[in-house]
C-alpha cells in the first residue's frame, strides 16, 4: 500500500502533513477524526500565511485526505464543505495558465531564413541558426 504513491507524491504531501501535525498539537486536535471545520481552518491558515494558489491548496487537500478519517466513511477530500472551500478558492483565484505567453515560431523563422546561404554565414551566426532550430523542434522554446 506504501507503494501506491510514488516517493515524490509523500515528498509533496510531507510539506503539508508536518504543519497539521504541528497544528494538531498547538490546537489540541486529534490529527486523524479532526471536526471538518478544523481541517478547513488549518487549509485557510496555510493558504494564506504562503500565499498558496489553488492547485497547492489542492494537493494539501490531497495530503490531508490521506491521513484524515470519518466514522461515516466519507472521505475528508469528498465531504461537502471541503468541496465548496475548494470551489470557492476556485473562483476567487482560478489557476492560470503554465505559459501566460505564446508567440509565433513563424517569425524566428521568417528572420533565420534571411541568413543563408550557410556557406557565407559567421560562425555565430551559423550557431546561432542550428541552436535555433533544435529548440523550435525540441519544445524547448525558451
Not at 500565511?49 to 490531497?62: C, D, E, H, K, P
Not at 477530500?77 to 482560478?94: A, D, F, T
Not at 546561404?117 to 560562425?123: F, G, I, N, Q, V
Request: with cysteine; proline share 8%; hydrophobic share 35%.
Amino acid at each position: 500500500m506504501i507503494q501506491a504513491r510514488r516517493q515524490t507524491t509523500y515528498k509533496q504531501y510531507d510539506s503539508y502533513l508536518q504543519p497539521w501535525y504541528d497544528y494538531c498539537v498547538t490546537h489540541n486536535v486529534d490529527p486523524h477524526f479532526p471536526l471538518v471545520s478544523q481541517a478547513i481552518n488549518f487549509m485557510a491558515n496555510i493558504r494564506e500565511s504562503r500565499q498558496l494558489g489553488y492547485n497547492a491548496v489542492n494537493t494539501m487537500r490531497s495530503a490531508l485526505s490521506s491521513v484524515i478519517f470519518h466514522p461515516d466513511g466519507i472521505p475528508f477530500g469528498q465531504r461537502p464543505e471541503v468541496k465548496l472551500y475548494m470551489k470557492g478558492i476556485y473562483n476567487s483565484n482560478p489557476p492560470t495558465p503554465r505559459y501566460a505567453q505564446i508567440w509565433d515560431p513563424h517569425t524566428v523563422l521568417d528572420f533565420l531564413r534571411t541568413w543563408s546561404p550557410a556557406t557565407k554565414l559567421t560562425l555565430r551566426q551559423l550557431t546561432l541558426k542550428v541552436v535555433f532550430l533544435v529548440l523550435l523542434v525540441s519544445g524547448q522554446r525558451l
